[in-house]
């Protein structure tokens, strides 16, 4: 009974001997693998460090021109007249996208009632309504006309600095060869040249920095503007008058 216990246990040890084996087995496998892939990714590195990047090899010195035409455009955008425009239409939008629809109600109420066809029993049911919707539409028309700026020359601003920031995020800085003992002279000559064009685009970034950090509001106010009626103050003043008079004779009325 003793020789068969130590039998079983002596049979037990072999297969978690085979077991652990095959465990180490599999581990050396994964190692492996895992130094080749290592060893495949620096091959990969060296052969990057010697072949140029294909805007390094398409690198034409007309870009550098191209950059330097981006850089005066930049040096002649006031960026100061920027901020006051995009002040001014953070007042001006608001009070146009509102008094659109206001002035609409009122031409509705305006054509439905009819002087020629007041009712005299309705007629302080509808002045009531008429008061409340006038006073608001007064109020907006009178903040209107009492800006001082010409909001078609604010949203032409916002427009050129957008048209900038477009033309500029075009721009891209070139990455340049890692081993540059490898290159041939037509190429050494070219890194250097690209080092100029990396210089004008960071000298092009930096001057252009304060319209870049209003980016988001440039945006937005493209988006307000886009396809945007400007509103006809004569109009607007005679729509006003209009209503007022009405608004006069419903009260007489009533």
């Known amino acids: 009974l003793h020789g068969r216990k130590e039998i079983e246990t002596l049979r037990e040890r072999a297969a978690e001997s085979e077991r652990e084996g095959a465990r180490l087995s599999e581990r050396a496998a994964e190692s492996e693998r895992e130094r080749e892939t290592l060893s495949q990714r620096v091959a990969e590195l060296e052969a990057e460090r010697h072949t140029p990047s294909p805007a390094f090899t398409s690198f034409s010195p007309s870009a550098l021109e191209g950059v330097h035409t981006l850089t005066e455009r930049a040096r002649g955008f006031d960026g100061e007249a920027l901020a006051v425009a995009v002040k001014n239409l953070k007042v001006y939008l608001p009070l146009v996208q509102g008094i659109a629809p206001q002035a609409q109600k009122l031409r509705d109420f305006v054509k439905k009632n009819e002087r020629s066809k007041l009712v005299t029993k309705k007629c302080s049911t509808l002045s009531a309504s008429l008061v409340q919707m006038h006073s608001a539409y007064h109020t907006s028309l009178a903040s209107l006309t009492a800006l001082h700026f010409e909001p078609g020359d604010a949203m032409q601003i ?4 957008s048209a900038l920031l477009v033309s500029i995020s075009a721009v891209k800085g070139i990455s340049l060869p890692q081993d540059r003992a490898s290159l041939s002279l037509a190429d050494t000559r070219k890194y250097f040249q690209v080092e100029k064009f990396n210089q004008a685009v960071r000298d092009l970034m930096e001057l252009i920095g304060p319209v870049i950090d209003c980016q988001a509001t440039i945006e937005q106010c493209m988006k307000d503007i886009k396809g945007l009626e400007t509103p006809d103050t004569e109009s607007l003043t ?14 007489r009325l009533a």
Do not use: M
Request: glycine content about 6%; hydrophobic content about 40%.
């Open 158 to 161: 916002v427009r050129s600095a």
């Open 238 to 251: 005679a729509l006003d008058q209009e209503c007022g008079t009405l608004l006069d004779t419903l009260q």
